[in-house]
């Protein structure tokens, strides 16, 4: 069984400040790990996934996250928020051996930006 | 593409009533579930299907039922609302294949009082 910790339930940040969220995963097998958003009253969208190969990552509205095996984890970055940045971000994680997109999510991490 | 469509989207319950949470995809999707969403749990899946006349339990299925009957239609059945089941309800689809990340549903918010 896999799990996903985020450890920072809320981040407020200045707007056009870099911000870092935070995710760490459990897992006794190989894994596919992928970050969400979810603006207010909608439902999430896939921001970006690491299934393999290069351990950074770049996906939409200019964030990035890199994959690090021997840490567990999988960092969301962004080097500069704006305002419309202001959503819910979830980590989520699914095992490579189990061969179809069970996914464990995260509790999610409330972006906040501060204008 | 309409992609995932659940119906409806808001709905209050009085205890011991029972509904159908409606999830359609016309995307060919193989791999259907349903999560609750609630503050502070993230999303916490229900049930989950690889595909018509396949389904299985997730993490929370008490009290909940499913059925895949076609590819595109993923009813979720509530057979005796409670209060605890007040939540946030989410349909999602996937291709059955690692890795490749689901469309959510815009979701369901269901009142039980």
């Known amino acids: 069984a896999q799990s996903v910790t985020q450890l920072d339930s809320q981040v407020p940040v200045f707007e056009e400040a870099p911000v870092e969220l935070r995710c760490n995963y459990s897992?006794?097998?190989?894994?596919?790990l992928f970050w969400y958003v979810q603006y207010p009253n909608q439902g999430l969208q896939l921001l970006l996934k690491?299934?393999?190969?290069?351990?950074l990552v770049k996906g939409i509205n200019g964030f990035e996250a890199e994959f690090n095996k021997s840490q567990t984890s999988f960092h969301l970055r962004k080097p500069s928020v704006h305002i419309s940045d202001t959503a819910e971000y979830f980590c989520?994680?699914?095992?490579?051996?189990?061969?179809?997109?069970?996914?464990?999510f995260g509790t999610g991490t409330r972006l906040t930006i501060i204008p | 593409n309409a992609g995932v469509t659940q119906t409806p989207k808001f709905q209050v319950l009085k205890t011991g009533q029972s509904m159908t949470l409606q999830c359609a995809q016309d995307?060919?999707?193989?791999?259907m579930s349903w999560y609750r969403q609630d503050p502070g749990m993230g999303l916490r899946l229900i049930h989950y299907?690889?595909?018509?006349?396949?389904?299985d339990q997730g993490e929370v299925p008490n009290g909940y039922n499913v059925s895949r009957s076609t590819t595109e239609d993923f009813p979720l059945r509530l057979l005796s609302a409670a209060p605890s089941q007040t939540s946030v309800y989410f349909c999602?689809?996937?291709?059955?294949?690692?890795?490749?990340?689901?469309?959510f549903g815009s979701g369901t918010r269901l009142t039980v009082v």
């Open positions: 999602a689809s996937s291709y059955n294949t690692g890795g490749y990340g689901y469309t």
């Open positions: 897992s006794s097998v190989s894994v596919y």
């Open positions: 690491y299934l393999s190969g290069s351990t």
């Open positions: 989520a994680v699914s095992d490579q051996d189990f061969g179809n997109e069970k996914l464990t």
């Open positions: 995307m060919n999707h193989e791999y």
């Open positions: 299907s690889v595909g018509a006349g396949i389904t």
